[in-house]
């Protein structure tokens, strides 16, 4: 999951869980606050009505003869008022919930009952306020808190999606350059517009340690050639004082014998130098690719090269080229490398078996492929058949050859898709893989 | 045959310089550029051997000054720089023949006479040895005026025998001739024994002694 909508996310819970609490609470704290109101007007009213008993006096309510009470509630009966004229003031100064029957109806009031006296009488005052009127109200005010929060928790949601995404975009930058980089060859520094120091800090340090690589892969790909190229002149004067040797009449069989030893020892010294000089030079680029090279031809031209040694092991080859494609590339280059894979299905093969090179047409372009009837390689040395001097378990012992290395290296340069499977006991298949341009 | 070896490696020079004076051919030695210019301008010389890394002079000035001379010497490059523009541009400012390093001492003298044919306008290119003819430009073989068929690597070997007749090869020489364009790490392979194989049977039919000897170890001679 991205950064981003993990930011965005987080804020969205958190919000959610706050209207939650909000949407639990807000019930008991409006029906609070709503009660108090109701108290409040309860005690307003109250001053009113004895404003008016003072005004015209308490007989217009209640006459002292009569011993009568005076009542009155408004339509709905929502709120009602009474007095009426006690014995005792029993009753304290109180507000409470209790039920009133008016018109042959309970309802349940918020009143506010007081005793006072006045012009030598006690009495007993009484206010109240349905209280199902309370709820309603209370109902109603929680209801536009709850749209006025939800629509405030989605307005600000999106606002920090949008300001999340702003923020991050310096960090979407550097991945995205990040994903375009196939080889640290190819990187470019690039500074980066932000003013978040911590982007600046990163984006500096990946360029840094990117350049650094670089010019350790430059590096370690001139050492490579200057140190082979350095090795050339020595092997050169080995070369020619053994030549020498060899040639001269004096010497006895068995002296021949052992420089024909050294002899081999130096030409692999000389074949380790010449692919490790190849190699850098493919890497280094110094080769051109613009030669239209013939599928078939190349095929042809490496399965005649190589004619005597499928007859010397006494094997089939099968060619098997029928459909022919032009690619643009450096033909000797790809000689050597379908030689190589060619000469390896060879030597790894059983007696009597059989090596195939097929090419065609398939999906996204043109495939050859050589496979083998031989030894096959387990699954787990797969992986290391292309690096440079790894040593390879193979039935004639150990293999120190850079014959796959430099398959690999020439596919890379030409960027041909390079696969192989591996069967042990039955077999090996190299697939090359001319993509379409 | 006069030659000037251009070399600034003193043990290399001194090598080619005991091979090729074994050879017959009259050797100078020269390990600076400054050397070389003046031994040029001075003798006569057919053959300049010249290392292009010399630590005074650049190789190609010192073959410019070689291709101004009036009896026009042959010219071989032999350079550690092996790259395709090196050899183009060695070539192409009038080199003969340009060998990267390191080469074979028998490879050396093929090119060398090779060259002194084209030089000395020697139309033939038949080698005639007892009967058995070989003929380079249309890569034919016969013997007693019967044809022989060979596969090229089997012609190129023979060829090769031939060009250095009376002289052990070992199996490394004949491979590194016959598969050079190959970059071979099977330096240890037995293919060439197979070629050899097949020559001798087919040499078998005409030749009537066994002229290609097998030196047990070593390699194989052309005795005639």
């Known amino acids: 999951m991205r950064l981003q909508s993990k930011l965005t996310l987080s804020s969205a819970v958190s919000k959610v869980v706050i209207l939650l609490l909000l949407v639990i609470l807000l019930p008991p704290l409006i029906h609070r606050v709503a009660l108090h109101n109701t108290d409040k007007r309860l005690l307003e009213k109250k001053e009113q009505v004895f404003d008016i008993i003072e005004e015209r006096g308490i007989e217009s309510f209640i006459s002292n003869e009569t011993d009568d009470m005076y009542g009155s509630y408004n339509l709905l009966k929502e709120e009602f008022i009474s007095l009426e004229p006690i014995a005792a003031p029993q009753i304290d100064n109180r507000i409470e919930n209790s039920y009133r029957k008016v018109e042959n109806e309970v309802l349940e009031y918020r009143v506010l009952s007081l005793a006072f006296e006045v012009e030598g009488g006690t009495y007993l005052l009484e206010i109240g306020r349905s209280l199902s009127t309370i709820r309603e109200t209370s109902d109603t005010m929680q209801q536009y808190a709850i749209y006025f929060l939800v629509a405030i928790v989605l307005l600000t949601v999106f606002i920090e999606l949008a300001f999340v995404k702003i923020l991050l975009r310096p960090l979407t930058l550097i991945i995205w350059r990040l994903q375009r980089i196939g080889h640290p060859d190819s990187f470019k520094p690039v500074k980066l517009g932000t003013t978040t120091t911590d982007f600046v800090y990163l984006n500096d340090t990946i360029n840094s340690m990117m350049v650094q690589i670089k010019e350790a892969f430059l590096k370690e790909k001139e050492f490579i050639g200057n140190v082979s190229h350095e090795l050339l002149t020595p092997v050169s004067i080995l070369q020619t004082k053994l030549e020498n040797l060899l040639t001269d009449p004096a010497m006895p069989e068995e002296m021949l014998v052992k420089l024909v030893e050294s002899q081999k020892t130096l030409y692999r010294l000389k074949s380790i130098i010449h692919a490790l000089l190849l190699i850098s030079r493919i890497e280094n680029e110094q080769y051109l690719k613009n030669e239209e090279v013939s599928m078939k031809t190349l095929a042809k031209d490496v399965a005649e090269e190589i004619e005597e040694r499928v007859e010397a092991k006494r094997l089939t080859l099968d060619l098997n080229v029928t459909e022919d494609m032009t690619w643009k590339a450096n033909y000797s280059l790809l ?66 050859g850079l014959g796959l290395p430099i398959v690999e290296t020439v596919a890379k340069f030409h960027n041909i898709l390079l696969s192989v499977t591996s069967q042990p006991g039955s077999g090996t298949c190299f697939s090359f893989l001319f993509k379409n341009p | 045959m006069h030659i000037l070896i251009v070399e600034d490696e003193k043990s290399l020079a001194s090598e080619l310089e005991h091979f090729l004076t074994k050879e017959h051919y009259r050797c100078d030695i020269a390990h600076t550029g400054r050397a070389a210019s003046e031994k040029i301008a001075v003798n006569r010389y057919d053959f300049i051997l010249l290392d292009l890394g010399l630590p005074d002079y650049h190789g190609l000035d010192l073959l410019n000054e070689a291709r101004e001379l009036e009896h026009q010497p042959a010219i071989i490059i032999l350079t550690a720089r092996g790259t395709v523009e090196d050899r183009i541009e060695g070539l192409s400012r009038g080199a003969d023949d340009y060998l990267p390093k390191p080469f074979s001492l028998l490879e050396l003298q093929v090119r060398m006479q090779a060259i002194l044919r084209r030089k000395f306008n020697v139309k033939s290119s038949v080698l005639t040895l007892h009967g058995l003819e070989i003929d380079s430009s249309s890569r034919r073989v016969s013997y007693d005026s019967s044809e022989i068929s060979l596969t090229k690597k089997e012609f190129d070997l023979l060829h090769y025998l031939l060009l250095h007749k009376n002289r052990i090869l070992t199996r490394l020489q004949l491979t590194e001739h016959i598969w050079g364009n190959v970059l071979e790490d099977d330096y240890d392979s037995n293919y060439i024994d197979v070629h050899v194989k097949n020559l001798r049977k087919k040499l078998a039919a005409y030749v009537p002694n066994d002229w290609l000897e097998t030196v047990r170890g070593v390699g194989y001679r052309l005795s005639i």
């Open chain 1, 335 to 400: 000689f050597t490398m379908l030689f190589n894979v060619v000469n390896n299905a060879i030597k790894y093969n059983k007696p009597g078996g059989t090596v195939s090179i097929v090419g065609r047409n398939t999906d996204g372009g043109y495939t050859l492929s050589v496979t083998d009837t031989g030894v096959g390689m387990p699954e787990d040395q797969l992986p290391n058949i292309f690096n440079r001097f790894k040593r390879l378990q193979v039935p004639d012992g150990e293999s120190y």
